[in-house]
T-cell receptor, first 109, second 113 residues
Framework: GEDVEQSLFLSVREGDSSVINCTYT??????LYWYKQEPGAGLQLLTY?????DMKQDQRLTVLLNKKDKHLSLRIADTQTGDSAIYFC?????????FGKGTRLHILP | IAGITQAPTSQILAAGRRMTLRCTQD?????MYWYRQDLGLGLRLIHY???????GKGEVPDGYSVSRANTDDFPLTLASAVPSQTSVYFC????????????FGPGTRLTVL
C-alpha cells in the first residue's frame, strides 16, 4: 500500500524498554524519521536515519533499519514517564515527507 | 520570536464563516506546510509551499486555500467553514521541501459548529 504503517498503541512499564515498529513503502526513501508529539504540542524531530545506515544510537534511543523488509524501529531504553507521547514514523518520498498515523506510548507505573 | 508560531491557539467558529489561520516562521526556511491532525487518521497534508510565491496541493486541499507572499508567512484560509473541518491544524517549515527536517508549530485547535 501507500501508507506508512505503525501500530496505534503501546503500553510499557516504567523502566522497561519500549520498541515502536513501522513499515514504510518507498525503497528509495533517503531519510526515515521518528517524531515525538507530547500532549497539546506540535511534532518534534526525535531522530532520523539515513537510508544507507542499519542502526543509529543516541543516548536512550536506538533506531534500526531493515531496508530489505522496509521496516524501521525505535527502541527507547529505560522508559520514563516523560516518554509518554505519540511517536510518528515518517519517510522521505520524492519531494514530500509521509507520516504514519502515530503510536501512542502509555507508561505503566 | 524563535521558530514557528501559529495563531490563534484555538477557535470556535460557526459553520459558513470565513477563517484564516496564521503561521509565521523566523528561520528563513524555504518550504512551509499545513497539516490537519484527526484521531485515527494521523497527519494529513493540506497545502504546501516550496518557496515564496509558489504553493501546491496536498492530500486534502478541498475547502482550504493558502498564499505565500513572503518567506515568513503562510496563512491558511477556510472560505466557508464546515463541521468536518473541525481538527487540530499544524503548520510546519523546512529548509527545503522533501528530505529536510520539518519544524512544527504548536497547533491551532479549530471547532466548527
Amino acid at each position: 500500500g501507500e501508507d506508512v504503517e505503525q501500530s496505534l498503541f503501546l503500553s510499557v512499564r516504567e523502566g522497561d524498554s519500549s520498541v515502536i515498529n513501522c513499515t514504510y513503502t518507498d525503497s528509495s526513501s533517503t531519510y526515515l524519521y521518528w517524531y515525538k508529539q507530547e500532549p497539546g504540542a506540535g511534532l518534534q524531530l526525535l531522530t532520523y536515519i539515513f537510508s544507507n545506515m542499519d542502526m543509529k544510537q543516541d543516548q536512550r534511543l536506538t533506531v534500526l533499519l531493515n531496508k530489505k523488509d522496509k521496516h524501521l524501529s525505535l527502541r527507547i531504553a529505560d522508559t520514563q514517564t516523560g516518554d509518554s507521547a505519540i511517536y510518528f514514523c515518517a519517510e522521505s518520498r520524492g519531494d514530500k515527507i509521509i507520516f504514519g498515523k502515530g503510536t501512542r506510548l502509555h507508561i505503566l507505573p | 520570536i524563535a521558530g514557528i508560531t501559529q495563531a490563534p491557539t484555538s477557535q470556535i467558529l460557526a459553520a459558513g464563516r470565513r477563517m484564516t489561520l496564521r503561521c509565521t516562521q523566523d528561520m528563513r526556511h524555504n518550504a512551509m506546510y499545513w497539516y490537519r491532525q484527526d484521531l485515527g487518521l494521523g497527519l494529513r497534508l493540506i497545502h504546501y509551499s516550496n518557496t515564496a510565491g509558489t504553493t501546491g496541493k496536498g492530500e486534502v486541499p478541498d475547502g482550504y486555500s493558502v498564499s505565500r507572499a513572503n518567506t515568513d508567512d503562510f496563512p491558511l484560509t477556510l472560505a466557508s467553514a464546515v463541521p468536518s473541518q473541525t481538527s487540530v491544524y499544524f503548520c510546519a517549515s523546512s529548509e527545503r521541501q522533501g528530505v529536510d527536517t520539518q519544524y512544527f508549530g504548536p497547533g491551532t485547535r479549530l471547532t466548527v459548529l
